[in-house]
């Protein structure tokens, strides 16, 4: 299926500028300074609770992207005043119509957004063109009339007018966005404020949510190519389910760091809110045999894994686990860690943990030394693959295990 088409985007923006430009002689424009004329009345933007319900919001919404906020971005306290935020998403499913949600979970200060467009067509929330986002909270836009197509790019703008920080971002996105001030655009790897894509389509019955860490946000795979793995999976699917990524690198499931809170603490919000949710695939663990402090009870992590099911399952939604992938020749690699991760993967394939799960550590290593990675997948520092290493892992789901947990014969399914 296509990847990200360079010439499509600068299509995109010349015509996102074009539009902008029409609306600056209406007095609406994007891309200026800070603003010369009063800023709204507080009382006529939306007023943003968690969650928040849009208004006219019927019909099937399901998610085409989403990303995991992941902190408060360093050298932000005052946030961008006066500067338009540009992120770059690529969609797995699309819609006749879009809806986006705005976090401010790592603000001090509430977020003022007086202007937001999706493709250049308007945003409003709760009928108004602005929003106020409580500082720890977020919004959910009005449905948008946009026509939103599978498998492609999708930009997202919107003004902060006034100091209000600091941002909450996710970084090393592997996907080029950009930040205007009204005199220069700069390229950026970050995605800010911006955690969720929702299209409506009736004809797609949920998304599959992905939580994991390095290895699902796709550290090591080539940047504005789409190939980390859940990409892969995406592609795989054609359209049959939304694929919504919320890999942190560098996460851990069982404890909070510089990377993101703790998979545990997170699920809830990343995984089990995401709109049309029906299964999750749970790729966490490594960072905590690897990294200090490292956990040496496999019997912790896998209570952590089975903890992630059994709410999934609670909530009505299939489980599926991946198994934690070799990293021997990595600087924290001991045959004591190694061990570690070893006694997982036995617990996930006895099928005592999760509904199914996809054996990452068979499709990455090494036949010859398999507590290395593959030579073919390996980024270059054993633990991280390359665009084939994706690839490898993405082709490795089964998309049949992705179904709801049925009784009813296979060839009913999905």
Not at 94 to 101: L, V
Not at 117 to 145: E, H, I, L, M
Not at 363 to 389: C, M
Request: net charge negative.
């Amino acid at each position: 299926m296509p990847r990200r088409p360079g010439y499509a985007l600068l299509i995109a923006l010349l015509a996102g500028t074009a539009a902008l430009a029409v609306a600056a002689v209406l007095g609406t424009t994007l891309f200026t300074g800070p603003l010369a004329a009063p800023l709204l009345p507080a009382e006529t933007h939306a007023a943003a609770r968690n969650p928040v319900a849009p208004a006219d919001a019927g019909g099937n919404w399901v998610a085409t992207w989403t990303t995991a906020p992941v902190g408060a971005e360093p050298g932000t306290a005052s946030g961008f005043p006066g500067s338009t935020i540009r992120n770059v998403v690529h969609t797995s499913i699309g819609g006749d119509a879009a809806r986006i949600t705005l976090s401010n979970l790592f603000g001090t200060v509430p977020l003022l957004v007086d202007q937001a467009t999706v493709n250049t067509r308007p945003v409003t929330f709760g009928g108004a063109t602005g929003v106020t986002v409580a500082a720890g909270a977020q919004v959910v836009s009005d449905p948008v009339t946009v026509p939103v197509a599978p498998d492609s790019d999708l930009r997202v703008d919107f003004r902060t007018p006034r100091a209000g920080g600091p941002v909450t971002y996710h970084p090393n996105t592997h996907q080029t966005s950009f930040l205007a001030d009204g005199r220069t655009t700069w390229s950026t790897t970050e995605w800010r404020y911006l955690t969720a894509v929702d299209v409506r389509n009736e004809a797609v019955p949920g998304t599959v949510v992905v939580i994991g860490d390095s290895l699902t946000a796709g550290s090591g795979s080539t940047t504005d190519t789409n190939s980390r793995w859940p990409d892969v999976l995406a592609d795989r699917l054609g359209g049959r389910y939304g694929v919504a990524n919320a890999g942190i690198a560098g996460n851990r499931l069982l404890t909070e760091g510089s990377a993101g809170q703790a998979g545990t603490v997170r699920f809830e919000r990343d995984v089990l809110s995401v709109a049309g949710a029906r299964t999750v695939i749970v790729a966490l663990g490594i960072n905590d045999v690897q990294q200090a402090p490292q956990e040496p009870d496999a019997g912790r992590i896998v209570a952590g894994l089975r903890t992630l099911a059994e709410q999934a399952r609670a909530r009505g939604l299939t489980a599926v686990g991946a198994t934690l992938t070799p990293f021997q020749g990595f600087p924290t690699w001991t045959p004591e860690r190694n061990a570690v991760r070893l006694a997982v993967n036995e617990q996930i394939r006895s099928g005592s943990v999760f509904d199914a799960y996809a054996d990452f550590d068979e499709a990455v290593r090494d036949p010859a030394a398999p507590n290395r990675v593959r030579a073919a997948y390996d980024s270059g520092d054993h633990l991280h693959f390359n665009d084939a290493g994706f690839r490898a892992l993405g082709e490795r789901v089964d998309l049949a295990s992705l179904d709801p947990v049925r009784t009813t014969p296979d060839s009913d399914r999905l």
